[in-house]
């Protein structure tokens, strides 16, 4: 999947090419926040879809009660007219996923590209099940069906008195999730600020509590104090990570896919492990006998920074879904940098999608390790074992795209499987770095001999 943007923010313009690991590099203030959260939001398809070829299904149904529909012709006919209309509605929902008026992005334009051959294969392995319901499920008015490795598509309507805009909204919706599922599953984005909403979520929801309690005994008008709230200017991506702090109780029930990856990074960075209680409290418990148990707050930086990861990872987590990270190197000494690098590809290569943006040039070189190492060479395996590689840290580099954002533009970063990433963007950084310590050594060594 491609997606192109013009004027979203700092980007004058630009595309990705969404990969199993998809990299973003760049200066602060280039634009690496607004693509990661319009990919989130795209990726979890959170925005209404309404086909006008639906109309015609809803009507039919109204008809004959059961419809059968052929993918494969609603791939060919309407595919481009579904694109159209997805990057339409995607374009309306800005404002609300970055919580800014509706002008913000009235210059914005949004183009998907997709390989319509491609999407169909997968969608027609899918086996698809589901029912529109108000209440219990067995009280379903309409189900949505199909099979595994068939294209047809299967739909009855057991009452026929429901409105035809919600059948619509309902039938466009489960077909966008049909056909595009495959690309993403679910996405989960841990934002830059998860350090201070880690420590805080249960303080910010308390104060929209006694904002609430404090007007109704004071004769305010509670719905002006709610308005207020429901306005706060959080982007999506923002509340949706407070709402999932404000689940752990109810979320800890569920087991993700990647519990091991968990231990690992509690076991390899942060040496202890998370628990949560009843209430939704977070504590930390060192693995060195002589440390008691202490709340989150007292804990290390990292330690902070690392629980909605872990969490995730122990109880969200499936094959599919896609983990996105605004810096990932947050608060993290050079040798973790290089730990967490090798965890990434270790979930890429495990069926878990991942994008990332980093200003860390070690995570980039440790990345650059791991694309070598997936090249066949004599001393390949004794310089696996000599720096302590696995056979799942190696990188294959068909599964990366990494992008520079600089002067407005995204550009695709070259990456060579013989080089890496090229990362120029660091590089200079480096390299002015060594050359002006080189200068101002030299200078106060050469003052010194003049001296002697």
Known sequence: MKIYFEQLGNIRKG????????????????????????????LNKNFEVHFDFVQGIVRQLAEKNVVQLDLSDIMTQQFDNMIRHIEERFHKRLPSLF?????????????????????????????????????????????????ANKTILSLTLRKKDIPQDILTTFISSHIVKLIFSNISHHSFLLPAERTGLNLFFKEL????????????????????????????????????????????????????????????????ILKGKYEVNRSGDVYFLPYRSNHKKMQLHLTSSTVKTFFGLVFYLNHLAQKGDCLMIDEPELNLHPDNQRIIARILVQLVNAGLKVVVSTHSTYFVRELNNLILLNQSFSQVELLKKRYGYTKTDVLDSNKVSAYLFDDK???????????????????????????????????????????A
């Open 15 to 42: 595309e990705l090419n969404f990969n199993d690991l998809t990299l973003l590099c760049g200066p602060n203030n280039t634009g690496k926040t607004y693509a990661m959260y319009s990919l989130y939001a795209l």
């Open 99 to 147: 919580s800014v008026g509706d002008s913000e992005f009235s210059n914005t334009k949004i183009k998907l590209t997709y390989d319509r051959d491609d999407l169909l294969q997968r969608a027609v392995k899918n086996k698809w099940n589901t029912k529109l319901s108000l209440g219990k499920e067995k009280d379903w008015f309409l189900s949505f069906e199909k099979a």
């Open 205 to 268: 929801s308390s104060i929209r509590n006694r904002l609430l309690h404090h007007a109704q005994k004071d004769n305010i008008n509670p719905m002006e104090i709610l308005q207020d709230i429901m306005e706060s200017r959080y982007a999506e991506p923002i509340s949706d990570y407070i709402e999932f702090l404000n689940s752990l109780d109810a979320t800890k029930k569920d087991k993700g896919k990647f519990c091991t990856t968990a231990q690992e990074i509690q076991r390899k």
């Open 409 to 451: 533009t995204i550009t695709p970063m070259e990456l060579d499987p013989n080089e890496g990433i090229i990362a120029e963007t660091f590089d200079k950084v480096v390299d002015n770095l060594n050359q002006s310590s080189n200068d101002i050594y030299y200078a106060i060594q050469e003052e010194k001999e003049l001296n």
